[in-house]
């Protein structure tokens, strides 16, 4: 590491002189006896139900100023900004302790990618769903004449667009958003850019601002499926579930993409396997 540190300062960074560090293994044991694996899962909880708390109660906000003035609210804009700002900070936040995942799309990215092991990747998905209900529960607990009647914050396939287009749209914006985090957080990036202070959260916080702008307007914008399950839990409409598996698979579908573009065009993941395979035989 200190040599990656010294050739980055020095402006003769290359990729002979970093190695990829060791995927981690499928199961590993090891971290339930560890305390830093609980507190991460706490943290992925927390932040969860954080973010549904302050991102729902937005989007009932502006529904509830705007019924009778177009003009009043924050606007779709608004609503963007509020979850690119909360991801964003809560990134920023647990970054250090649980890797600042908040989505089971990321997660599930990061897991096909051998960043996390299957245990803590099903783990940070529990957290997260249960941490998305609870969120939304608080919003309905403190908004409960306004929860229902504006829709709860729940995601549904807009009028107009067919199932066909939501989880195209659902696809395409979570990989925008996973191929953020993977280029983002690329460990080789930041050995070579070391003397460059750049903050991973805010590109993260940018391209879910930037897809929620796209998509708003079709599904509501999912891209990460506790949010769209914990607000269909607490809203408990039969639209919200009749579109559920769209905000599951489709990001699911485009975390897994994105995984592949990065770690086998991008870092020549393949190509690399093959190499080693040739070296071996």
Same mark, same amino acid.
């Given at each position: ?86 991801? /964003?900070?809560?990134?920023?936040? &647990?970054?250090?302790?649980? %890797?600042?995942? *908040? #989505? @089971? !799309?990321?997660? =599930? +990215? ?98 879910? /601002?930037?897809?929620?702008?796209? &998509?708003?307007?079709?599904? %509501?914008?999912? *891209? #990460? @499926? !506790?949010?769209? =399950? +914990? ?51």
């Amino acid at each position: 590491m200190a040599k990656d540190v010294e050739v980055a300062e020095q402006g003769e960074y290359s990729a002979k002189d970093y190695h990829d560090p060791p995927p981690a293994p499928l199961i590993d044991p090891e971290e339930l006896t560890q305390w830093s694996f609980y507190r991460a899962i706490i943290a992925e909880f927390i932040a969860t139900l954080l973010f549904l708390y302050i991102t729902v109660l937005t989007v009932i906000g502006y529904k509830s100023q705007s019924e009778n003035d177009e003009c009043g609210g924050v606007g779709i804009l608004g609503i963007a900004w509020a979850f690119g700002g909360m991801i /964003f900070v809560l990134v920023y936040c &647990t970054a250090g302790i649980s %890797g600042g995942h *908040i #989505n @089971p !799309a990321v997660t =599930f +990215g990061l897991f096909l990618a051998r960043k996390v092991s299957l245990i803590r990747a099903l783990l940070y998905m529990i957290a997260q769903c249960l941490g998305a209900i609870c969120g939304c529960g608080l919003v309905k607990a403190f908004q409960k004449s306004y929860y229902t009647r504006y829709g709860g914050g729940a995601n549904e396939l807009a009028a107009g667009y067919n199932k066909g287009v939501g989880l195209g749209a659902e696809i395409i914006g979570t990989f925008v958003l996973v191929y953020t985090v993977f280029s983002a957080t690329d460990p080789k990036r930041n050995a070579r850019d070391s003397h460059v202070p750049v903050l991973a959260p805010l590109p993260i916080g940018f391209a879910v /601002f930037m897809v929620h702008l796209a &998509t708003i307007p079709v599904t %509501g914008t999912g *891209i #990460n @499926p !506790a949010r769209s =399950f +914990g607000a269909a839990v607490i809203y408990n409409k039969d639209k919200a579930w009749d579109d559920q598996w769209i905000f599951w698979v489709g990001p699911f579908i485009g975390a897994a993409i994105a995984a592949f573009y990065h770690q086998f065009i991008l870092r020549a993941g393949a190509i690399k396997a093959l190499g080693s395979f040739r070296s071996n035989a």
